[in-house]
């Protein structure tokens, strides 16, 4: 069973229109959390990381499934980094995230490694996972990623990428919120593969 309760040969059974619109969903749910957990620490711009549109091979996430490849699983992630004014990766920098993911009821852990960050982890009611990194150089990351859905990831992926004129693919920063809007199953194809 995925994420979703659902085995293989049920997601296979799926028209892809179907597949598309279940990701689709799961990628708003991710930018919204994803943005509210911003918003905890900035509102100005932060610098991208992952774009979070295109789903990732399921076998890079730790949930994956048995049997899950490169191309019959999907999971979701994004990131963004910020450098603050006057940040040094101090543990307390911690606590804002901390604060956010304890006041949604997440369970959320703090690790400090041998380099000296700081890792905020929390798993929220949906199964979406987050690491809020905290690093002595001043930069900090924020990364989401969801658990693993069985697909067909080659013709899901395509039928996204598809749909999103390049230039979206194109942005570098944004206030918390930003993000690649996610196509309509009815919106023309604007790229293809040759």
């Not at 619109?21 to 509210?36: N, P, Q, S, T, W």
């Not at 905890?40 to 991208?48: D, K, Q, S, T, V």
């Not at 959320?108 to 982890?121: C, F, N, P, R, W």
């Not at 859905?149 to 899901?156: E, H, I, Q, S, T």
Request: one cysteine or more.
């Amino acid at each position: 069973m995925d994420a979703a309760g659902m085995t293989q040969e049920e997601v296979q059974r799926l028209p892809l229109e179907r597949q598309f619109k279940l990701l689709g969903e799961r990628y708003v749910e991710m930018e919204r959390l994803f943005a509210d957990a911003q918003r905890a620490i900035h509102r100005g711009p932060w610098i991208w990381g992952s774009k979070g549109l295109i789903p990732e091979g399921g076998p890079l996430n730790p949930w994956a499934m048995p049997g899950a490849t490169m191309e019959n699983s999907y999971f979701l992630e994004t990131s963004r980094s910020i450098r603050l004014p006057g940040a040094t990766g101090e543990r307390t920098d911690t606590e804002p995230m901390v604060a956010h993911f304890e006041a949604q009821g997440w369970p959320t852990t703090v690790e400090e490694t041998q380099t000296g960050s700081h890792h905020v982890k929390s798993t929220t009611a949906q199964g979406y996972s987050f690491t809020y990194m905290v690093e002595p150089n001043g930069w900090y990351t924020l990364d989401i990623y969801s658990r693993v859905f069985w697909c067909d990831r080659g013709a899901l992926s395509s039928a996204v990428v598809d749909r999103v004129p390049d230039e979206q693919f194109d942005i570098e920063e944004s206030p918390p919120g930003g993000h690649i809007p996610f196509p309509k199953w009815s919106d023309p194809v604007v790229f293809r593969d040759e």
